[in-house]
């Protein structure tokens, strides 16, 4: 009996290990579909949301046709006109400008620098000698006390002037500024100076004769 107990046991066993097999190889056939399918809801899960459209809400510039059209398919077969092209522009020109430091006062509107003179461009030059009349009558010396307002304003400073060169001899014409200001503009605004004939400072200084400034003032002193 034993031989036969033997068999039936390990008949048992067989059977046994083919039950696991089948199961086994049953698992292994879900597998790689399971992988599948947590792949596809990974990529649904990444998808972007669908946005919104843009909607343009700037006024739209209607364009005609005929305006933009084709110089080939326009109607006028006239030709076309060569255009000379822009000349260049001309190159600036640099400023000559020369710094004369310490100028001594002359006169209003004429400056020293040793032996050198310069005249105040646009101006009378204000003798020193030169004689106002008070709203009385009674002279005062407008010349001498014009004189001594330019020669407080210049206050020894250097001046910039339109020359070419910081070296001539004689007496020479220019235009000078103390840092913005030009000097004779500042004079005859003040009614130190009289403009010769320049518009635009002969109305500066109708201003200051209106306003009784200056020379067409009564003594300051």
Known sequence: ?????????????VGLWSLALMFLSTDLRQTPDR?????????ISEAPKDKPPI??????????????ASPV????????????????????????VAVLPRPQTIDAG??????RTLQLR?????????????????????GMVARTQQRLFLRNRSVACDIASANWTGTIVAACRI??????????????TEAADDPALMTLSEAARSARLGLFGDDPR
Do not use: H
């Open 1 to 13: 009996m034993r031989p036969v107990g033997t068999f039936l046991t390990g008949l048992a066993g």
């Open 179 to 192: 840092g913005d200001m030009d000097i004779a503009e500042w004079l005859i605004s003040n009614g130190w």
């Open 55 to 68: 909607i343009e809400t700037r006024p739209v510039r209607p364009i005609s046709p005929d305006t933009f």
């Open 73 to 96: 398919a326009a109607s006028d077969t006239g030709g076309f006109e060569r255009i000379a092209p822009r000349p260049d522009p001309a190159p600036a020109k640099p400023e000559r």
């Open 122 to 142: 646009g101006v009378k030059p204000t003798e020193r000698q030169r004689l106002c009349q008070n709203s009385d009558g009674t002279p005062w010396p407008c």
């Open 35 to 43: 992988a599948e399918e947590m792949a596809d809801e990974l990529v």
């Open 110 to 115: 004429r400056m020293a620098f040793g032996a």
